[in-house]
């Protein structure tokens, strides 16, 4: 064996990486495996023959039934040999192989003697592996000796029969639950790991009582622990037990004290410990963070890497909520800049741009140069977002820190290292105006050697966006051009729709425009042709798609604003006749599904289903299809929202109802889709009867009545209610299920003559504003946004009060506006401190409405927002501030 190896050292040119197992075949080793029938049993060579069978299953080859078995009895004959090495590979293999109850027989006497043995090794190895061979019965006959090993005094055989527990319980919990005073015992050992291995096993056998679990951290943090990493699981412990209590009406927090205790341990792992536990607690103060920091500043120091690591990780997460208690780490965190491990490095990093001020921002740029072409893409984009929120956070100084995005994009990096940069500097340019011609010039630089099809096509669309309004146009012409020459088609038909930006809204820009674009009309590719052609038409005046040139520009570059599966739905259901198609037809809310009715558990769908087959008809059709054929409904008008099911009933009652507001601009009309689920009655003459007494802006106009409704078959009954005009009338209605009641012989399905007037109380129905909102998209929030009448801007701040967190407060002010949030800015990040959220939607009366929410935290747990809305009509905006006023 050692000869190839220095062969291997001295030949530097043909090194190649020695593996003991190369080219190791299946069925070469069990031939091997004969060698465990011999009757001179030769230890070294069957530990060999051993070692290749349990290589073969840990990279996943398996035995037929026919082979395990033949391998676990070959090995069952090595209990004859007395060498302790093979002895415990012997062990190895049998709880490797699993086997059958019927081979398990064979080994169960072998090992209870060796669990009885005088030597410990083969007493812990033996108890090891009968708890992962045995059944119940079996475990029923060894319980005995498992206890007694539990307090064995030898502490490898006492933690062998605990983790031999920890086992045991996943199967057999009853049997293991009766140990409970023998482990007891055991967390009172001496043993390191026997304390470690009773406390594990103790908190699984009662982890579902919280009030022993409460018992066992309050007699255990008095000082019986001794352990380390008995310690540590304590900790873990005792900070849930934190965690489910809550602080008291004092304020004071059970166990703290205890925490804080362990910060000054002599072991490191119980300091760490102690100090991320303390750091992790939920509504933690500057005050009790402070001797957490103060330890893990120590550690930063150290000369151990794992406890550098440790501390910069903990000290990062604590950044993300409480960056000045990290501000005294700055000076230790910045020699870590240096350090050899790249991962500390870039912890430190990150911390840093999170906790640094104004005046570090160069010096710490400087030291991030040094160090990012030797780090792996998955850090540089860690580093990346963390540059982008100190920009954010310190705008005064875009030029330096946009300065090092570009260079570093330059750089040589794979797509969503790239993607990660282009993101960063658009969101600068949106929100520094500053920045804005800074940034649109790197851009144009990047776009000129960029690999990625998609970051082109982006970089593109933002350029047609913001180009034209910055103070000289025409710099950017080249750089857009150039892709119409050099790129693939799908940039090249990007560049086409940027330029023809530039032209329309650049008056002086268009003549030369129109020439680049002329150009395009003899490309190689149908699509950039196309668009060069509707774009010379559109803008040269040769074929006006609208009355204004102003309405010419919003269609070609405006945004879209139907939901494409309402326009595929409404194309699909458009019969060809002398009438054009009528865009302005398509329903604008969101629907992610056609109109089926909410299925309550158990119950049938209690309102007309869509179609099984045949086109998709979307829900806002077939519920305005359904309104109009009632001819007492016709005159109300464009039907402008229905509602999703509201269930008025609780699952598995006799009458199942659920209700759907339709919203029309002066009337309410209210489908009751009811159900009966008891097969020896018939229902008829349902109505609902409804109390309006604390809804006194509606009057009930008109009830259309379910005149049967047989048993499992669905029907509706209707309630129309007139409002004034355009306005969000809001209110609580009572709700009553009215019907005569008839007995229906279920053999033959003869129903009784005379029937029984009865009624059933269901749930009451609230009318909120949410309901007079549509959920309208919008493909580019801020150039909505600023092409909305900035007089019609209404802005005002509000305390939300206590909330659990950020994303509780932003989905409650969803909720009460029933808006549609705008690129992914409903999704709060994990510990942040302050949020942005965009919403868009249709008031009632077709008015166009933009919502920004900003969100931030102004105290323990409170929470603070501003409000800025645009919309058609500044009456809209003011009641928009109304509504979160009155929410």
Sequence with gaps: MAQPMLKKDDDRDDEVDYHPFFGIEKGAVLQEARVFNDSQIDARRCSQVITKLLYLLNQGDTFTQVEGTEVFFSVTKLFQSKDPGLRRMMYLMIKELSPSAGEVIMVTSSLMKDMNSKTDMYRANAIRVLSRIIDGT?????????????????????????VSGVHLLQTNPEVVKRWSNEVQEAIQSRAPLVQFHALALLYQIRQHDRLAITKLVTSLTKGSVRSPLAQCLLIRYASQVIRESGANQAGERPHFEYLESCLRHKAEMVILEAARAITELSGVTSRELTPAITVLQLFLSSSKPVLRFAAVRTLNKVAMTHPLAVTNCNIDMESLISDSNRSIATLAITTLLKTGNESSVDRLMKQITNFMADIADEFKIVVVDAIRSLCLKFPLKYRSLMNFL????????????????????????????DAKENGLFHLCEFIEDCEFTYLSTQILHFLGNEGPRTSDPSKYIRYIYNRVILENATVRAAAVSTLAKFGALVDSLKPRIFVLLRRCLFDSDDEVRDRATLYLKVLGGEAAVAETEKENIEFLFGSFDIPLVNLEASLKNYEPSEAPFDISSVPREVRSQPLAEKKATGKKPTGPAGPTSGPVVSAIDAYEKLLSSIPE????????????PVELTEAETEYAVSVVKHIFDGHVVLQFNCSNTIPEQLLENVTVLIDAS?????????????????????????????????????GKFSNVLKFIVKEVDPTTGDVEDDGVEDEYQLEDL??????????????????????????????????????????????????????????????????????????????????????????????????????????????????????VASG
């Excluded at 079996?138 to 605990?162: G, T």
């Excluded at 797509?415 to 940069?421: C, N, R």
């Excluded at 209707?718 to 969000?728: D, H, L, S």
Aim: negative net charge; contains cysteine; glycine residues 6%.
């Design 138 to 162: 079996i475990l029923a006959q060894i319980e005995r000796y498992l206890k007694q090993a539990i307090v064995d005094k030898n502490p490898v055989v006492a933690s062998a029969a605990l």
């Design 694 to 730: 604390e809804a006194e802006d509606f009057t009930e106009v008109y009830t259309k009545p379910l005149r049967s409704l047989p048993y499992d078959t669905p029907g509706q009954t209707f309630v129309a209610f007139e409002k004034p005009e355009g306005v969000p009338a809001v």
């Design 766 to 883: 609230e009318f909120t504003y949410a309901d007079y909102m549509l959920k309208v998209p919008v493909s580019n929030f801020r150039n909505a946004w600023e092409s909305m009448d900035p007089e019609s801007e209404r802005v005002d701040e509000y305390g939300l009060g206590a909330r659990e967190s950020l994303a509780e407060a932003v989905n409650a002010v969803i909720a009460i506006l029933g808006m549609l949030p705008c690129e992914g800015t409903e999704v709060v990040p994990n510990n942040s401190r302050s949020h942005t959220c965009l919403l868009s939607g249709v008031f009632i009366g077709n008015v166009k409405v933009l919502v920004r929410l900003s969100f931030g935290i102004s105290g323990p747990k409170e929470v603070a927002m501003k409000l800025a809305v645009r919309s058609d009509d500044p009456d809209v905006s003011d009641n928009i501030h109304v509504i």
């Design 633 to 644: 409904f016709a005159a109300f008008g464009k039907l402008f929202k229905s509602s999703a």
């Design 406 to 433: 570009s260079n570093i994009l330059r750089e040589e990096g794979g797509f969503e290292y790239k993607k990660a940069i282009v993101d960063s500097i658009v969101i600068l340019i949106r929100d520094i105006p």
